[in-house]
């Protein structure tokens, strides 16, 4: 099953889509109740549609509504918290986008633009529709937008071309991702990429969320220093490859057992926490009741300690740093080598929650990405096909088999693994024909 996140999946037709959801846009503006057009509508656009006309904004209104001015747009900045990690974005986002045609902005938790940096041609192109420092972005003033939508729902997400309630955002495609402090929880705003159709294409998202817990975990750092050595190092959770998960911290190693390491992974993935009722859902979804759900939580904090665990909703009370987190930091900072070796195995593997299930294959698939990503590294490919979560991936095999010299032994090796006769013919480039990817239109 697909993300509902994503704007489009790998290989599909995009021109398609274009029509597909344009159709769907016009059918839904002009008609009171969805029709059956808006099947080609992902529920997420669809719910955000309805959020924009409930809320009574205007699809042909011009810009995003008014723009705070300097002074208040300069205290606003000094004081935001997003202020400490504005370096960090500009290194992951902001260096490569300035000569690829992006934008890249960082709003507060009310959608208002704080930083838009990237392409100036492009950021003259935005002024128009008000993608300007300042600018509110927000679902409720400019309709369903990356931003705004991640606001509205505390989740990354895409939102492509006509999905934009707003006709003049049409034109644009957006790629946003939340950013919460680490101690608390709270949304503190979103990081976002702009530009063409190919701001649509999954990988996109994975680099935006990837930055966005690069972010996070600067102000973790910053969080942890500004407590001085006294506090002592954060806890650690083990789970990599492990069905036998342990917890690391100044006393020492505590084994866990598999349903107490899958309910601290899912406060951790979720620092703002959540109520029983979903925690039972993240869990075992219909198949777990809340009754049990507080028995295990109470028997946790036996075995962690009453400080580590909040009620109402539950949630992490203190740092607890993660396997996953760290390669997701890794790859943030590019250093794919480093995320291959760090994730030498799949989350929590005999696991079958359904909350720990999407972090595995959410994951997999960020590290399966990013290893597409030009330049190839042959070497990479074959450590990361030699483990669990590779082996059996048949377009990781096809990418190593377009990058190595036909006959040797790495090649044969590959060509009996996919069952082939001989390597596929060149010429498209190597991530493209390796995947079925088609090139985003700029």
């Known amino acids: 099953m697909s993300s509902p996140w994503l704007a489009w999946r790998p290989g599909e037709d995009v021109a398609l889509l274009t029509r597909r959801v344009h159709t769907a846009y016009e059918s839904f503006l002009s008609s009171s109740t969805p029709g059956d057009t808006l099947t080609a509508v992902r529920p997420v656009v669809l719910e955000s549609w309805l959020r924009s006309r409930h809320r009574g904004v205007d699809p042909d209104a011009t810009g995003s509504g008014p723009v705070m001015d300097d002074d208040e747009l300069r205290t606003l900045r000094e004081h935001h918290p997003l202020a400490a990690v504005v370096p960090v974005v500009r290194r992951l986002l902001v260096e490569d986008a300035v000569d690829t045609g992006l934008l890249v902005a960082i709003t507060d938790a009310r959608g208002r633009m704080l930083w838009v940096e990237g392409d100036p041609d492009l950021r003259r192109r935005a002024a128009p529709m008000r993608f300007v420092e300042g600018a509110d972005w927000s679902e409720a003033v400019a309709g369903t937008n990356a931003p705004g939508t ?6 990354s997400v895409q939102i492509f071309g006509a999905e934009h309630y707003s006709r003049t955002v049409q034109p644009w495609s957006c790629s946003a991702a939340p950013v919460h402090d680490p101690r608390t929880g709270e949304l503190l705003g979103v990081i976002d990429v702009t530009g063409g159709d190919r701001v649509a294409a999954p990988e996109i998202l994975t680099l935006v969320r990837a930055t966005a817990a690069a972010a996070e975990s600067e102000l973790l750092l910053r969080a942890l220093d500004g407590r001085g050595p006294a506090a002592g190092s954060p806890l650690r959770l083990t789970l990599l490859g492990r ?12 084994p866990l057992s598999m349903r107490h390491a899958e309910i601290l992974l899912l406060l951790a993935e979720r620092p703002e926490g959540m109520g029983a009722e979903e925690l039972a859902v993240q869990l075992a979804e219909r198949d777990l009741d809340t009754v049990t759900v507080r028995a295990e939580v109470s028997r946790l904090r036996r075995v962690v300690g009453p400080d580590l665990l909040g009620s109402r909703p539950y949630r992490l009370t203190s740092p607890l740093r993660t396997e996953v987190a760290e390669v997701r930091g890794l790859l943030a900072r590019g250093d794919r080598s480093g995320a291959v ?3 030498r195995g799949p989350v929590l593997p005999s696991s079958d929650a359904p909350g720990v299930v999407a972090v595995r294959e959410e994951l ?3 590290v399966r990405s990013a290893l597409l990503r030009p330049p190839q590294d042959t070497g990479l490919l074959l450590d990361w096909l030699a483990t669990p979560q590779g082996r059996d991936d048949a377009g990781l095999w096809q990418a190593l088999l377009a990058a190595l010299p036909a006959g040797s032994p790495e090649a044969d090796r590959a060509s009996v693994r996919l069952g082939l006769d001989r390597p596929p013919a060149p010429g498209l480039p190597l991530h493209t024909r390796a995947t079925g990817l088609q090139r985003p239109r700029s």
């Open 341 to 343: 070796r760090a994730c």
């Open 150 to 155: 991640a606001i509205a729902l505390d989740h």
């Open 243 to 254: 069905d036998r998960p342990r917890l690391h911290g100044p006393a020492g190693t505590t």
């Open 364 to 366: 997999r698939a960020d």
